[in-house]
């Protein structure tokens, strides 16, 4: 059973910083990319960030320059480091993780956790 579990939100002020933090757990024999994925109320699913295995990263436009994706690969843990954070922002945050286990490749997701920005 592989679980992945995220940690760190909250709420926070205008400007503020954040980091979350996901693990994953179980019978895991490698991990590829992961990837933190946002969804405000009303509005679709987004991808924030993503690292592979080899540490090559992606952003999306909103959060470039502002939100920096890293990965323990010892850990199994990928982080969130998220500074000046907007009001816009605010939504769950969950992550993913394209990893193998005995019974082939798949995607995984954590359960989510909030973040607020608001003063």
């Known amino acids: 059973q592989v679980q992945l579990v995220e940690s760190g939100g909250g709420l926070v002020q205008p400007g503020g910083s954040l980091r979350l933090s996901c693990a994953a757990s179980g019978n895991i024999f490698s991990i590829y990319t992961m990837g933190w994925y946002r969804q405000a109320p009303g509005k679709q699913r987004e991808l924030v960030a993503a690292?592979?295995?080899?540490?090559?990263?992606s952003y999306a436009d909103s959060v470039k320059g502002r939100f920096t994706i890293s990965r323990d690969n010892a850990k199994n843990t990928v982080f969130l480091q998220m500074n000046s954070l907007k009001p816009e922002d605010t939504a769950v945050y969950s992550c993913?993780?394209?990893?193998?286990?005995?019974?082939?490749?798949?995607?995984?997701w954590g359960q989510g956790t909030q973040v607020t920005v608001s003063s």
């Open positions: 993913n993780a394209d990893l193998s286990t005995e019974g082939g490749i798949y995607f995984y």
């Open positions: 690292i592979t295995s080899g540490g090559s990263t």
